[in-house]
């Protein structure tokens, strides 16, 4: 972890493994990421007075889901706002991710499309 914008003024571990895909929870008292595993990982951060202290990492959800190509630049999991619900691509067969799913399905307007299937009362 690094300060911004003066990335120089230092640098803290967040992780005892690595991680990556780093993702902050909305309300900032938590930092989510993948680590080395596969697992979804979270950290409780506190700030204040101009100190920074992370907790110790947890798993959230262990490995099972597409985490991307190491190195990769996006993120392939999300948060909801409470952070209590997580959006992951789940794997198939034995955790490979070459069996991981054949097809994914995006349903774009599904509340229009409900609302025409449901009739008005």
Do not use: C, H
Request: hydrophobic content about 40%; aromatic content about 10%; cysteine-free.
């Amino acid at each position: 972890m690094r300060p911004f914008p003066n990335v120089s003024d230092g640098q803290w571990q967040v992780s005892t493994g690595g991680g990556e895909q780093a993702l902050w929870a909305k309300d900032g008292r938590e930092l989510f990421y993948v680590a080395s595993d596969g697992a979804l990982m979270t950290v409780p951060v506190t700030a204040g007075d101009g100190a920074w202290r992370a907790g110790t990492p947890t798993v959230v959800v262990k490995g099972g889901y597409y985490i991307g190509g190491a190195g990769g630049l996006s993120r392939q999991y999300d948060v909801s706002p409470d952070s209590r619900r997580f959006l992951m691509i789940k794997l198939g067969g034995g955790g490979d991710e070459a069996a991981g799913a054949q097809n994914l399905i995006v349903v774009q307007n599904w509340l229009e499309a409900l609302r025409a299937g449901v009739p008005a009362n």
